[in-house]
Nanobody
């Protein structure tokens, strides 16, 4: 089970840090990712981190602004979001995939959090 938190309302240029805590299973065996879905749009990949934390991948739209990290001792993955833009407004979801490499497709992930709303005002 994945529980996401940390969303909220922020002005453009501001920052937020999302957290996603896992319960059950061995967290360190999971590739973890963040996706987002804006109203009327498909869910899109944002960032992923390997099970060891040694590799990361980002969508071009957030590269250089967002940072994904994980703390396996706390069963938690984070998404630090800086220089937020109004177009970053969406519901953000964390997702987990057992072992394997980093992938960016929705259907590749086995577990999903409930989503947390991020709203960036202009």
């Amino acid at each position: 089970q994945l529980q996401a938190s940390g969303g909220g309302l922020v002005q453009a240029g501001g920052s937020l840090r999302l957290s996603c805590t896992a319960s059950g299973g061995t967290f360190s065996n999971y590739v973890m990712s963040w996706f987002r879905q804006a109203p009327g749009k498909e869910r899109e990949f944002i960032a992923a981190i390997s099970w060891s934390g040694g590799r990361t991948s980002y969508a071009d739209s957030v590269k250089g602004r967002f940072t994904i990290s994980r703390d396996n001792a706390k069963n938690t993955v984070y998404l630090q979001m800086n220089s937020l833009k109004p177009e970053d407004t969406a519901v953000y979801y964390c997702a987990g995939r057992w072992m394997g490499g980093i992938v960016t497709t929705v259907k590749s992930y086995d577990y999903w959090g409930q989503g947390t709303q991020v709203t960036v005002s202009s």
